[in-house]
Structure formats: C-alpha cells, structure tokens
C-alpha cells in the first residue's frame, strides 16, 4: 500500500509528519511517499523547518491513500494549478483521499475535484 502525502511551501509540520510517524512504523507494510511539484525542500509554515519532497508528482500518479496536510496559506494548494490537477486524478483511483485540517475543505471542494467524498472534511484542533 502506497501513502503520499504532499508536500509544498507554507505546509504545517505537524500535518505531515503527525501521519508519517503512524504509517511509516514497521510491520504495516506502508510505503509512504512525500510527494511535490518538484524534489525539493519545501519550507514549514513557519519558515523554520524544512521537509523533503523525494518523488514528483509524476512519480506517484497512483497512490492508495493521499493525505494533504493542512496550511495557514490555503492559497500555497488552491493556486496552484498543475498540484489541483493532480489531486483530482489520483482521486479517481486512491482508496482514501484525506487531509489534516486546512486547506483541504476548499480544495477537495473545488469543482470537479473530489464530489464523491462521503463526508465533509473537518479540522479537530483539540485532538492535537
């Protein structure tokens, strides 16, 4: 099972590694994949800290799961057009497409994006 989650500058840190660090844990057979534009390092919403983008979004085009982690800046996922497209098409084939928090609610809502969603998603602070 393959997991990406995305990654882009302005992305909460907690919001991807908090999923990394259940997933990646031996046993479960999850290949988790940090996925971007681009490889690079995106920069945290607070500038400080740094995460590693391995793959292109190319690189990942069908994942099982896609996580997208929250922002401050919806508009780092919102405007970008070439990251929209491929939200909506790995959607069509991932068991689960998720999020933690925002920016996802106006994303995955965007038109034509991901319609089939089941549930709303919803940001709980205080399970943090």
Request: proline content about 11%; overall charge negative.
């Amino acid at each position: 099972m393959q997991l990406a989650i995305l990654l882009y500058d302005g992305v909460t840190a907690l919001d991807a590694i908090g999923p990394y660090e259940v997933f990646q844990a031996p046993g479960l057979g999850i290949d988790v994949r940090f996925v971007a534009r681009e490889k690079s390092m995106k920069r945290t919403d607070f500038g400080r800290l740094g995460l590693q983008a391995d793959y292109t979004l190319d690189e990942v085009p069908r994942p099982d799961i896609l996580l997208v982690p929250g922002t401050p800046f919806p508009q780092a996922v919102m405007g970008d057009p070439l990251v929209l497209e491929w939200i909506v098409q790995v959607h069509q084939t991932t068991k689960w497409t998720t999020s933690v928090c925002t920016p996802v609610p106006w994303v995955l809502e965007q038109p034509g994006c991901c319609k089939d969603l089941k549930r709303p998603p919803i940001c709980l602070p205080t399970m943090l």
